[in-house]
């Protein structure tokens, strides 16, 4: 199914620490125009379904039950606040132009492993959009909930990713903030199998021309070498989101992250090395065709990281596995029970969007509180020095906000 026909959308630009604060706020421009298809005008939110119970809660959005009225059949209602047209947004907002972005990308999408976007209202600067309801929670919860997991487990459930990724590819779509939160259950998992994994949350989403992108953003620990280079006017594609998924298999298959440091700018200096290692005990009971495929899926170089097509092709999937005889990943699941490491890969590196970061220092450089710097991530220390002020500057403001 394709997408409506809308304006072509402008390039990604690439954050820059600026001397002085740009006089208009670019983001709060409404350019993007509202996508027709599956915009319900002919009837209000509520007269066509029953919202119920909070399913989540997010930065930008609340996740609630919807019961269709004339089916009785659930759904999943997002709702986002619409920001007034001219109004500039802060960090913890998104504009109307992300908003209708995400719109934009969800309507044209209908895949097994892609969360499918049924309809969408628009109604007292609100909209509505209504979704299929995922049941079965995160891919990881229903791992750890097992009662046996072997390798067998993993490659039935990171295939499922990898389909959705060459679709989205193939429709010029790349997700940019692939991560296990992301990757929900349609229906509870059983002793059996584990259903159908679904990729959610696509508001870092970008639908491109080229495929080709500029803007630093994403989770830390998830984020592709060479989206935080910090090289002016580096361009990337969507092989980041093959980066994304080698984490998320390695994480599978060892139970821990690829990548962690308390400290960001060597989390990122490990990233752009991509300085990770199989010496753990954890990954003598798990296969050669395993940890190949994700050396080739965490390949510094994306000219040379497999494509989500090339992934599938993989000896791990085409090779045949006789599941009978392959070992218990038990030590793999200890290492995701613990609560530090689920900490650990779960965000906690300050999962704060980089761009959101960087949009504060912009307010630090006009007050003369940092140095200007054409691009911050290319040098670790001056890296430092910034994320330390961003810290201070959201503690002022939060405690600005409690008083």
Not at 55 to 84: N, Q
Request: charged content about 30%.
């Amino acid at each position: 199914m394709g997408a409506c026909a809308s304006k072509p959308k402008e390039p990604d630009s690439p954050i820059r620490i600026q001397q002085e604060p740009p006089k208009v706020d670019k983001r709060s421009k409404d350019t993007v125009p509202r996508p027709i298809c599956k915009l319900r005008t002919d009837a209000k939110v509520r007269d066509v379904y029953k919202i119920g119970k909070t399913l989540g809660t997010g930065g930008f959005a609340v996740v609630k039950l919807a019961t269709e009225r004339a089916t009785s059949g659930e759904y999943a209602v997002k709702i986002m606040s619409l920001p007034e047209r001219g109004r500039s947004v802060g960090d913890n907002e998104n504009s109307r132009d992300d908003i209708f972005k995400e719109i934009d990308i969800l309507v044209g999408l209908n895949h097994p492993n892609v969360i499918y976007l049924r309809e969408y209202f628009e109604e007292n600067n609100r909209v509505y959009l209504i979704t299929e309801l995922l049941t079965g929670g995160e891919l990881l919860d229903a791992v750890l909930q097992r009662g046996s997991y072997n390798e067998a487990d993993a490659r039935n459930c990171f295939v499922q990713l990898l389909r959705g990724i060459e679709y989205l590819h193939a429709n010029k779509i790349t997700h940019r903030d692939l991560k296990l939160e992301n990757l929900l259950l349609q229906r509870p998992a059983n002793a059996d199998d584990i259903p159908s994994v679904k990729i959610a949350d696509f508001g870092l989403a970008k639908k491109m021309k080229e495929s080709q992108m500029q803007t630093i953003c994403g989770t830390p620990q998830y984020v592709a070498p060479e989206v935080i280079l910090g090289t002016p006017g580096l361009i990337y594609g969507p092989a980041v989101d093959l980066w994304s998924a080698g984490v998320v298999l390695f994480i599978l298959l060892g139970g821990y992250p690829p990548f962690y440091d308390e400290n960001e700018p060597a989390l990122f200096a490990q990233i752009r090395r991509g300085a990770f290692s199989f010496d753990d005990p954890v990954w003598d009971s798990v296969s050669d065709r395993g940890k190949n495929l994700i050396r080739k899926l965490l390949e510094v170089d994306p000219t040379k990281r497999l494509t989500a097509t090339q992934a599938l092709q993989h000896d791990w999937f085409t090779g045949g596995m006789e599941e009978d005889k392959l070992p218990d990943l038990s030590n793999t699941r200890a290492k995701l029970r613990k609560k530090e490491s689920r900490h650990h890969f779960r965000g906690a590196v300050h999962a704060v969007m980089m761009q959101n970061r960087l949009r504060h220092l912009e307010e630090m450089v006009h007050n003369g509180e940092v140095a200007a710097r054409q691009t911050l991530l290319s040098d670790p220390d001056q890296l430092a020095h910034a994320t330390e002020a961003a810290r201070r500057l959201e503690a002022r403001e939060a405690e600005g906000a409690i008083r």
